[in-house]
RNA sequence: GCGGGUGUAGCUUAGUGGUAAAGUUCCAGCCUUCCAAGCUGGCCAUGUGGGUUCGAUUCCCAUCACCCGCUCCA
């Protein structure tokens, strides 16, 4: 991103984040309260967009397969869950920082280092008279100059507003593998302080450390937590899949980018478990291979493609082609030290390229983990092949807020429109797909002023409000009802007029269909409406 | 968590140590035969908490939120 193309990037999303709140999409949470950092609130429209993306997704990962079933888990869960998964060790790292630049590390990253440490107890400013009295140290590696350690003391008392600083109290130690000093500079580092990327809570009236609960850091766990359970009652062979949308919640350091990154989010997980390779591969019957079609004998990587694939279609299918998303192999020493193979699917957000999407080869690391903390078989008995195993796993992870967020940004459209006039003014449309757009149609009377067409609209919209959502507007110009559905992203318009009651005999029961990108109009018989839109939002 | 910036109506902006202004949106009414028309009326704001002051939206301090950069990011 070049720096003169900056400010358009943040005008854009300024405009997107301002519309959100303008057409009630998405509100500060809290707000009355002057906000909360990372959270966020869906409005109105936001609502059945998000709910959409939700519908879209549980029908397409289980409704409409035989190899997926679905589960809703609690969001707080046996704290032993995550010392097995391992998020009670990663998600609480102690940190560090540098007291001269500022920089973080993680504690126990701090590569170890020998030398002599020069202690100073402070230092006054001749010019000035200012003096600090703060202490401070600074490690030389053995074999560097000393006049590094009063060199880099300097600039810590400049930045606490010496302007000449003459160092005191100057002392040496000897010091072997110690971690508390910035490797890059050698200066001091502050104590270790943890961490906690988990809210934590207490289950029960009485804190204490016995009820500790957390909030689940994500979805996945508990399908692993109850993949046995699923298994015994669904009738399931593997491979098949258990599918789940549901909160998760991260204390994150620095939220960031709107709703993108947040501390309370939502996701939507498939854990598809299958065979092991040494099993699958070498049960592979070798004429049963159907192109594009899934075969109970694929080994993890056929699987891993075929969901990178199954994915991708997906997004398409509620208007994110493949020009607006940019896909991500994870290098061998970029994978969490479960998986095999990650993709990630990202969208080209105006705040940059960032993920929506990771599917995750992560081998049967979680099952193993569960088996092994709570003491109970997650083993599968595989009639077919005749044998006991843990089954590996294909993850596709989604986020729901960040793909909301995307679906927004792609939707936010300026077009410039020009009347017969000749008055040219800027139309500010969301080009929703029809099947997330939140609402479907707006049912508008011409005239507000004339019973018989409001009656004859009203009659439209109750026809069609069994099928989709409808917005009836009777307020203002038409032309004015137009463009606030274009901002609501609604991809229909019908307006009942003169016509339609039958001024022109022919046109009878007729009523106009407008298109919300072309802002074309067709006559439509009210009979065929229904179907006809239903076949645009299915 | 660090540094910088910004906070006045739903939105865009004005302004002042002494009654907070406008456009737009929104609501109501009239009018209106297809793309933000017109007329009339109406609702709505100084992020929060302190301090200075007779009086603070304005000055000072703190805090919160948002934006940018760093940091962090399963």
């Not at 409005?43 to 967009?49: F, I, T």
């Not at 598809?272 to 159907?290: C, H, L, N, Y």
């Not at 903390?373 to 294909?394: A, C, N, T």
Request: aromatic share 10%.
């Amino acid at each position: 991103m070049s720096e003169a193309q900056e400010p358009k990037v943040n005008e854009q999303m300024e405009k997107i984040v301002s519309l959100c709140k303008r057409r009630g999409f998405v509100f500060q949470s809290s707000e009355i309260y002057g906000g909360i950092n990372g959270f966020w609130d869906y409005g109105p429209l936001g609502a059945e967009l998000k709910r959409n993306v939700k519908d879209r997704w549980w029908r397409s990962m289980t409704q409409q397969r035989d190899d997926v079933v679905g589960l809703d888990a609690s969001i707080i869960m046996h704290p032993k869950i995550w010392e097995a998964s391992g998020h009670t060790a990663t998600f609480s790292d102690p940190m560090v920082d540098c007291l001269l630049t500022k920089k973080r590390f993680r504690a126990d990253q701090i590569e170890p280092q020998s030398g002599t440490i020069y202690h100073f107890t402070g230092a006054k400013d001749e010019g000035n008279g200012k003096a600090s009295s703060e202490a401070y140290s600074v490690l030389v590696a053995t074999g560097k100059h000393p006049e590094h350690a009063r060199k880099i003391a300097k600039q810590f008392y400049l930045g606490r507003g010496l302007t000449a600083p003459e160092l005191l109290g100057e002392r040496t130690e000897e010091e072997v593998n110690s971690t508390r000093f910035n490797p890059e500079n050698g200066s001091l580092l502050t104590e270790a302080r943890p961490f906690n990327l988990m809210f934590k809570t207490f289950v029960g009236p009485v804190e204490s450390a016995d009820n500790t609960a957390f909030l689940r850091p994500e979805t996945a766990q508990a399908i692993f937590a109850q993949f046995k359970n699923v298994l015994d009652v669904s009738r399931q062979k593997v491979p098949f899949g258990i599918c789940q949308i549901g909160k998760a919640f991260r204390n994150e350091i620095n939220p960031r980018n709107f709703t993108f990154r947040s501390r309370e989010f939502e996701q939507m997980e498939l854990e598809f478990f299958i065979k092991p390779d040494e099993i699958a591969v070498k049960s592979a019957p070798e004429a049963d291979v159907t192109p594009g079609q899934p075969q109970p004998n694929w080994g993890w990587s056929e699987w891993h493609k075929y969901w990178v694939d199954e994915r991708i279609k997906w997004y398409a299918s509620i208007g994110l082609d493949q020009d607006c998303l940019d896909f991500y192999w994870q290098k061998k020493e970029e994978l969490a030290h479960y998986a095999k193979a990650t993709v990630d699917i990202l969208y080209k957000f105006p705040f940059g390229t960032q993920e929506l999407e990771g599917i995750a080869a992560r081998g049967n690391f979680d099952l193993t983990q569960h088996q092994k903390f709570s003491g109970k078989s997650m083993e599968y008995f595989d009639e077919e092949d005749k044998s006991r195993y843990l089954p590996h796993v294909i993850e596709p992870s989604a986020g729901v807020d960040r793909l909301v967020l995307a679906l927004i940004c792609h939707a936010y459209n300026e077009e410039t429109v020009t009347d017969d006039k000749g008055k040219s003014e800027t139309r500010v449309v969301m080009k929703f797909h029809p099947r997330v757009a939140p609402i479907k149609v707006g049912v508008f009377p011409l005239l507000k002023n004339r019973p018989e067409i409001v009656k004859k609209a009203m009659e439209v919209r109750d026809l069609l409000r069994p099928h989709m959502t409808v917005f009836y507007d009777e307020a203002g110009a038409i032309g004015r009802r137009y463009r606030r559905q274009d901002e609501a992203g609604t991809p229909f318009g019908v307006t009942i007029d003169f016509d339609t009651l039958g001024e022109k005999p022919e046109l009878l029961d007729t009523v106009t269909l407008r298109d919300r990108d072309s802002m074309q109009q067709t006559r439509v018989k009210i009979s065929e409406l229904v179907p006809m839109l239903l076949e645009k939002i299915r």
